[in-house]
């Protein structure tokens, strides 16, 4: 089974915020680091991307026929995705210990593990 793994930034520290990065060691920086390479190179994992901050999206809806914008998400998100990768997996068991390798997950986000399905 295939599984979608979103990651929730909640009040983690990333390199995108200086001030919140700089509060964890040089030693934590760089296994922040070395953790996400080694969830990249695990067999069944499909690499994803990293997400720009929500206040960086545009939302969009039809109405009436009508494409209507708007900047930013469309309601204020607490734990906003700052990241994704797919995992192939035999079971929900083995992408709930993979989810909990995510740094994310032990640094004040969590990463929600949702199964695909095939349309």
């Not at 991307?49 to 026929?65: H, N, S, W, Y």
């Not at 469309?74 to 906003?80: L, T």
Request: no cysteine.
């Amino acid at each position: 089974m295939q599984y979608m793994m979103l990651i929730h930034q909640g009040d983690t520290p990333t390199p995108r915020s200086p001030e919140a990065w700089a509060m964890l060691s040089e030693d934590e920086q760089q296994a922040v680091y070395a953790d996400y390479a080694a969830i990249n190179q695990t067999p069944g994992v499909t690499p994803g991307k990293g997400l720009d901050a929500p206040e960086m999206a545009t939302t969009v809806r039809v109405q009436d026929g009508k494409t209507l914008t708007t900047d930013g998400p469309f309601v204020e998100i607490k734990e906003a995705i700052g990241g994704y990768f797919l995992f192939e997996a035999d079971d929900l068991d083995a992408a709930i210990a993979l989810a909990a390798r995510v740094p994310a997950a032990r640094l004040g986000g969590a990463v929600e593990v949702r199964p695909t399905v095939e349309w």
